[in-house]
């Protein structure tokens, strides 16, 4: 089945610190690739996204890049806010009529001023 | 951008009694919704697939008779909560499906947190 493998927290940084939260994924097809965003006691929000391999997805500074050869899509962010404060949670969604997704464990990250 | 609504936003109920959480689509609509469970600190377990006109689809090790879904209307899913006890206590999130104009893309309700005494 699918599974998706996500760099484990807490990650602690400086206010514009680089980020980097690694994702890796296992997958039959093709599916799409997601970044989601989850800040306390809130639902999930859609950060980005990439659809095929080699697709890049950016929002608000923050960047992955859909890998197939490496089953990969790790997120980055060249300078963090303390308002980046959140968990982050990578996702894959099958692309087939079932349209199932499947959610890494989640990094939650903290920055400090 | 399109949204979905849970309500309540949060529950209190004791336990043995039925919790019914509300799904909607507010400006599309969905023939398919997911609904998810999370526990403190803890990713999001998809517990089914819910079809508008017919039964929804459930995953291994989800009781279907404890965790009743009803898709009656292209914009409304209900997951309800029967007999429900203190390990049923979480954080339920729904997505709706919108696959209008060739695109397939999943919106998230904001949750519903549950806390069963």
């Known amino acids: 089945g699918n599974s998706v493998t996500q760099m484990e927290g807490p990650v602690t940084l400086s206010e514009e610190a680089f980020l980097t939260i690694n994702c890796t994924y296992t997958a039959t097809g093709y599916p799409s690739l997601f970044w989601y965003v989850q800040y306390p006691g809130e639902g999930l929000q859609l950060l980005l996204k990439?659809?095929?391999?080699?697709d890049k997805g950016s929002n608000k500074g923050f960047e992955a890049t859909y890998r197939k050869e490496t089953t990969s899509f790790h997120l980055e962010k060249g300078s963090v806010q303390v308002s980046d404060s959140a968990v982050y949670f990578c996702a894959l969604r099958d692309n087939t009529n079932a349209g199932k997704s499947t959610f890494g464990d989640g990094t939650t990250l903290t920055v400090k001023p | 951008g399109a949204v979905v609504s849970q309500h309540p936003s949060w529950v209190i109920c004791k336990s043995g009694t039925s919790v019914k959480i509300e799904c909607r689509s507010l400006d599309f609509q969905a023939t398919t919704m997911f609904w998810y469970r999370q526990f403190p600190k803890q990713s999001l377990m998809l517990m089914a697939t819910s079809n508008e006109g017919s039964k929804a689809t459930y995953e291994q090790g989800v009781e279907k008779d404890k965790f009743l879904i009803n898709h009656a209307s292209l914009t409304l899913s209900t997951l309800t909560v029967t007999s429900a006890h203190p390990e049923d206590s979480s954080f339920y999130i729904c997505?709706?499906?919108?696959?209008?104009?060739?695109?397939?893309?999943?919106?998230f309700g904001p949750g519903t947190r549950l806390t069963v005494l």
């Open positions: 997505s709706a499906r919108d696959r209008a104009g060739g695109g397939d893309t999943q919106y």
């Open positions: 990439a659809t095929k391999a080699d």
